[in-house]
């Protein structure tokens, strides 16, 4: 998946949070109704514009992230494995 072909920072759009090409659908903002408990069908069901294969672009996009140390807890909620 290159997501890369879905998945934009454009100043000009939502201060150049990424979005979803041709949306003004933040990453951020799709996280986080997945995260209250959406589905990628409630999503695909409310913003017609969106499309699984940029889901999927968008999920690929925060692995790249945290893959690559992108993404971090902060300093203050690291624990020590015990």
Same mark, same amino acid.
């Given at each position: 998946?290159?997501?890369?072909?879905?998945?934009?920072?454009?100043?000009?759009?939502?201060?150049?949070?990424?979005?979803?090409?041709?949306?003004?659908?933040?990453?951020?903002?799709?996280?986080?109704?997945?995260?209250?408990?959406?589905?990628?069908?409630? =999503? $695909?069901?409310?913003? +017609?514009?969106?499309? @699984?294969? *940029?889901?999927?672009?968008?999920?690929?996009?925060?692995?790249?992230?945290?893959?690559?140390? =992108? $993404?971090?807890?902060? +300093?203050?909620?690291? @624990?020590? *494995?015990?």
């Amino acid at each position: 998946m290159n997501w890369q072909e879905y998945i934009v920072a454009d100043e000009e759009v939502l201060s150049g949070k990424p979005t979803i090409k041709g949306t003004r659908l933040s990453v951020e903002f799709l996280l986080e109704r997945l995260a209250d408990g959406w589905t990628e069908q409630d =999503l $695909l069901d409310n913003y +017609p514009r969106l499309t @699984r294969e *940029a889901l999927q672009a968008m999920f690929a996009f925060v692995h790249a992230n945290v893959k690559d140390n =992108l $993404l971090l807890f902060p +300093p203050h909620n690291l @624990r020590r *494995a015990s």
